[in-house]
C-alpha cells in the first residue's frame, strides 16, 4: 500500500501551521442561533400520538396551550444551561467548558459584564426565572420532551385516555395541577419529576 505524506508547512518555513480561533461575546444575539423546533412534528415518532392525543383533549376541554419548546439541539442546550448558571453565579465566566462547535467568549472584561451578558442570554431564551438549571444532555434533544404553558378558567372538564372525564375544580389552573398531571400521564405524557420545578416541561418519562 502507498502511503502518501501531506506536507503541511511548507519547506521554505518551519514554522508550524496554526490559526486562531476568534471567540465571540456572549450577549443576546446567540440566542437566535442553533435554534430548535417547536413543533409537534419535531418530536419522536414514539411520543408524537401521546402529546397529540393529550393536546387534543385538553382543546377540547377549552384550555390553553402554548408551545415554549420542542426539539433543542445540543449546541442550543449548552448556551441554555451555561448562561443560566452564570446569571445565577453559580459558575465563574472564565470556568465555563467549552463545546466544539460554539466559538462562544463567556469572559467579559469584568465578571458583573459576564453576569449581565448571561442574563440578557436568559431572558431571550425566556428561562431567567425558569426555577431549575437547564439541562445539557435533555429529553429535548432527544424529541421526547415539550415546554408548554397551559391554562383555563374555572372548571376543567378533560377526558382521560381511557375516555373516563376528570373534572378539575382546584388551582392551580396551569399545568402544575396534580389532577391534570394525572390525566397527562394517563396518555404517557409525564410531567417533570425531577430535582427543582420545571413548570412547563412534560416528557414521556417526567425528566
Ligand atoms: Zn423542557
Known amino acids: 500500500m502507498a502511503v502518501q505524506t501531506i506536507q503541511l508547512t511548507p519547506h521554505s518555513d518551519p514554522t508550524p501551521a496554526a490559526f486562531e480561533v476568534r471567540r465571540e461575546l456572549s450577549g443576546v444575539q446567540w440566542c437566535a442561533r442553533f435554534p430548535g423546533d417547536d413543533t409537534l412534528d419535531a418530536l419522536d415518532p414514539t411520543f408524537r400520538p401521546d402529546v397529540t392525543a393529550f393536546f387534543a383533549a385538553l382543546t377540547a376541554a377549552h384550555a390553553n396551550t402554548s408551545i415554549g419548546s420542542v426539539f433543542r439541539p445540543r449546541n442550543r442546550a449548552?448556551?441554555?444551561?451555561?448562561?443560566?448558571?452564570?446569571?445565577?453565579?453559580?459558575?465563574?465566566?472564565?470556568?465555563?467548558?467549552?463545546?466544539?462547535?460554539?466559538?462562544?467568549?463567556?469572559?467579559?472584561?469584568?465578571?458583573?459584564?459576564s453576569?449581565?451578558?448571561?442574563?440578557?442570554?436568559?431572558?431571550?431564551y425566556g428561562i431567567h426565572d425558569l426555577g431549575t438549571t437547564p439541562a445539557l444532555?435533555?429529553?429535548?434533544?432527544?424529541?421526547?420532551?415539550?415546554?408548554?404553558?397551559?391554562?383555563w378558567n374555572g372548571t376543567?372538564?378533560?377526558?382521560?385516555?381511557?375516555?373516563?372525564?376528570?373534572?378539575?375544580?382546584?388551582?392551580?389552573?396551569?399545568?402544575?395541577?396534580?389532577?391534570?398531571?394525572?390525566?397527562?400521564?394517563?396518555?404517557?405524557?409525564?410531567?417533570?419529576?425531577?430535582?427543582?420545578?420545571?413548570?412547563?416541561?412534560?416528557?414521556?418519562?417526567?425528566?
Open 78 to 113: 449548552y448556551l441554555m444551561h451555561w448562561s443560566y448558571r452564570l446569571f445565577h453565579q453559580t459558575v465563574a465566566a472564565r470556568d465555563i467548558p467549552r463545546l466544539d462547535g460554539v466559538l462562544i467568549e463567556w469572559v467579559h472584561p469584568t465578571e458583573a459584564e
Open 115 to 124: 453576569v449581565r451578558a448571561a442574563g440578557s442570554m436568559c431572558t431571550g
Open 137 to 151: 444532555i435533555s429529553q429535548h434533544e432527544a424529541r421526547l420532551a415539550i415546554d408548554v404553558t397551559i391554562s
Open 156 to 207: 376543567l372538564r378533560i377526558a382521560n385516555r381511557d375516555g373516563t372525564i376528570a373534572t378539575i375544580e382546584f388551582t392551580p389552573r396551569t399545568g402544575m395541577n396534580p389532577e391534570l398531571i394525572a390525566v397527562g400521564a394517563s396518555y404517557g405524557v409525564i410531567k417533570y419529576n425531577r430535582t427543582g420545578i420545571d413548570r412547563p416541561h412534560w416528557s414521556s418519562t417526567g425528566g
